[in-house]
Nanobody
Framework: LVQLVESGGGSVQAGGSLTLSCAHS????????MAWFRQAAGKEREGVAA????????YYADSVKGRFIIGQDPAKNTLYLTMNSLKPEDTAMYYC???????????????????WGQGTQVTVSS
């Protein structure tokens, strides 16, 4: 049974930083792609960052490149998203998601991911 639990969201002023965590179970580091998505009020869910099975490749949305970093700690079964230089437009509910993957396959389409956490809210004020 795959379970994902996000934490670390909160309210921060523009320019600040937050680190989101996604504790997972039932996921094998070497066989699952892991990703962070976000959904702002009234908008579609969008891919923020993703990491391939085994951690060999990463993907970042253009809007977060150079500011966000996706990371993993296999020993702690945790996926992270470190967010720096936050902007008001980063305000959204953030979700982690995983799916079985192989090789360097690294999808960023939310429809492809099978397992989702419940989300954690990030609010950035100007």
């Amino acid at each position: 049974l795959v379970q994902l639990v996000e934490s670390g969201g909160g309210s921060v002023q523009a320019g600040g930083s937050l680190t989101l965590s996604c504790a997972h179970s039932g996921v094998t580091y070497s066989n699952y792609c892991m990703a962070w998505f976000r959904q702002a009020a009234g908008k579609e869910r969008e891919g923020v960052a993703a990491v391939s099975a085994g951690g060999g490749s990463t993907y970042y949305a253009d809007s977060v490149k150079g500011r966000f970093i996706i990371g993993q700690d296999p020993a702690k079964n945790t996926l992270y998203l470190t967010m720096n230089s936050l902007k008001p437009e980063d305000t959204a509910m953030y979700y982690c998601a995983v799916r079985y993957c192989s090789g360097t396959y690294l999808p960023s389409d939310p429809a492809i991911y099978r397992y989702w956490g419940q989300g954690t809210q990030v609010t950035v004020s100007s």
